[in-house]
């Protein structure tokens, strides 16, 4: 995957511009007050977990950068991201190369406080989900001119990048924003701290009520067909079988061949998959005739799985706890099960 370069002259000397004016002193926060600490954090999810563990910290202001339904694979910041990049004390990454342009950004910016990298004590996947399936189905090909490589198929610097996916390494996530926040903000520790506690155990239900719900399913039906190759932390924490994605790629713009659609279709009707889901941040069309090709459901609309991004505020997963509820309701769905009701602190 190559890096792109977002850079260009009149962007640089806006940002430049920009910088000067407010490189030094406090800024305010929303309700006006002056901020002593200023963080930036990249995607809808570690933002949506900075929030969590910032709570109703005094003198703390957060920036968000990408916003719902973007891609963080080809996002390009603008000038007020990097006037609020320049002037930040701390930033919030994904990590495991999700943030292509985060390197010029940071250079364009003359940030220089403390990065908080989210893939901290994950163990990253270097392959994607549904490896497995697109090995058979590539043998299966007589066309080998039109069958890709399955390995490179699933390429990203550093391995899969979803980490958020599974519950348990988001509880990961909110103890490295936590430990950074304490250090670079001592006034708030204990604040920083008890939220992240709180918040800890929401994440614990969830995980477990999920975990709970899906043991109901038989493994041999616990079948996934998504959009994209963005769900194999979420796959293998909750032994479900990941038959294959419409993108058989990490990055989500990038496009099916022909034979790989056709592939997937094969693959669906073999195992007896009864549903392609499609991603609320990318288009359902490719997804729609797979799934018409194949005879099964699509799920898409409000339908749709919250993966790259969570939602818009009101939406369905606008939370990460919200999206995580959506996906898994909706995966339970389809393969016929009523979830269970919710535990008290996540309704």
Known sequence: MHKRSFIVPALLASAALALSGCSAGTIASADGAATDLK????????????????????????????????SAHSYDPSAADLTALGAADVLVINGVGLEEWLDDAIAASGFDGVTIDADTGITIS?????????????????????????????????????????????????????????????????????????YTARLTDLDEWIRTNVDTVPESERLLVSNHDALGYFTAAYHIDYVGSV?????????????????????????????????????????????TEAGVTVYSGDDALYVDSLGPTGSAGDTYIKAQLHNATLMLESWGVTPSALPADLQ
Not at 40 to 65: E, M, Y
Not at 265 to 288: D, Q, R
């Open 39 to 70: 963080i930036v954090a990249t995607t809808t999810q570690v933002a949506d977990l900075t929030r969590n563990v910032i709570g109703t910290a005094s003198g703390v202001d957060l920036t968000q950068l990408i916003q719902p339904n973007q």
């Open 247 to 291: 993108i058989p790629s990490f990055d989500d713009n990038a496009e099916p061949s022909a034979a790989e659609i056709d592939a997937l279709v094969a693959a669906i009707k073999a195992t007896g998959v009864t549903a392609v889901f499609s991603e609320a941040s990318l288009s359902p069309k490719t997804a729609e005739t797979i799934a």
């Open 126 to 198: 270097e392959v994607g989900a549904g490896e497995d399936h697109a090995a058979d189905e590539t043998d299966a090909r007589t066309d080998e001119a039109d069958a890709p490589a399955t390995a490179d198929a699933h390429a990203h610097d550093g391995g899969d990048p979803h980490i958020w996916t599974d519950v348990h390494n988001a509880e990961t996530i909110v103890q490295t924003i936590t430990d950074g926040l304490v250090t670079a903000d001592q006034g708030n520790a204990s604040v920083f701290e008890a939220n992240a506690s709180a």
